[in-house]
């Protein structure tokens, strides 16, 4: 079945850096759209940044353009989001996913997700 395994999250200061990755198994990882979502507490899941099948294109929140870069390894499966200059609304579970549809800023696009993983940004 198909799995997504999110890691590296973890508490940092303000103005840190910190990378993710998502493993993916159990589909065919080229022809998949690729995307980091997030949700923060008490709020609703976001869209963060996406990368297209072959990652021919990529796709930023407003909010993050300039600080994450999302970026994706086909030869091991796995999916990155290099976050830099952390702030304190940062602070979420961020969440890979993958799908098929045409809307990767969406969370309609996307057919599987990953558990989550914790990022906490203190000021």
């Known amino acids: 079945q198909v799995q997504l395994v999110e890691s590296g999250g973890g508490l940092v200061q303000a103005g840190g850096s910190l990378r993710l990755s998502c493993a993916a198994s159990?589909?065919?990882?080229?022809?998949?759209?690729m995307g980091w979502f997030r949700r923060a507490p008490g709020e609703d899941r976001e869209f963060v940044a996406a990368?297209?099948?072959?990652?021919?294109?990529?796709y930023y929140a407003d909010s993050v353009k300039g600080r994450f870069t999302i970026a994706r390894d086909t030869a091991k499966n796995t999916v990155y989001l290099q976050i830099d200059s952390l702030k304190p609304e940062d602070t979420a579970v961020y969440y890979c996913?993958?799908?098929?549809?045409?809307?990767?800023?969406?969370?309609?696009?996307?057919?599987?997700w990953g558990q989550g993983t914790q990022v906490t940004v203190s000021s």
């Open positions: 996913a993958a799908g098929r549809r045409s809307t990767p800023q969406t969370i309609q696009a996307y057919d599987y």
């Open positions: 159990g589909l065919t990882f080229s022809i998949y759209n």
């Open positions: 990368a297209s099948w072959y990652g021919a294109y990529t």
